[in-house]
């Protein structure tokens, strides 16, 4: 079983910035892919940022390239996102999500686990 739990979360002006962590438990999160979640009321869960399990390739929505980055450090068992020049849009619960296999995917159901989330809030 693996934990996982996000961090730096909070409110922000817009054109501000903030950095989420997401640390894992467990001595396997280098094989697993990792993906950036988000959720604002009302709505679906959204892929936003995605990683693989070597860091080598990194996948964005529309809505944040430019302006996110999605990294890995497997030292640390830890996966970040930046998010820069943010928009009272970006407003939402932030989840990480983690794929046991490696792969990154847009559908959150291809997840087998999840974090519980962090509240970042754009004021405009």
């Known amino acids: 079983q693996v934990q996982l739990v996000e961090s730096g979360g909070g409110l922000v002006q817009a054109g501000g910035s903030l950095r989420l962590s997401c640390a894992a438990s467990?001595?396997?999160?280098?094989?697993?892919?990792m993906g950036w979640f988000r959720q604002a009321p009302g709505k679906e869960r959204d892929f936003v940022a995605g990683?693989?399990?070597?860091?080598?390739?990194?996948y964005y929505a529309d809505s944040v390239k430019g302006r996110f980055t999605i990294s890995r450090d497997n030292g640390k068992n830890t996966v970040y996102l930046q998010m820069n020049s943010l928009k009272p849009e970006d407003t939402a619960v932030y989840y990480c999500?983690?794929?046991?296999?490696?792969?990154?995917?847009?559908?959150?159901?291809?997840?087998?686990?999840w974090g519980q989330g962090a509240q970042v809030t754009v004021s405009s």
């Open positions: 999500a983690a794929h046991r296999l490696g792969y990154v995917f847009k559908n959150p159901e291809e997840y087998d686990y």
């Open positions: 467990g001595r396997t999160f280098s094989v697993y892919g």
């Open positions: 990683i693989n399990w070597s860091g080598g390739n990194t």
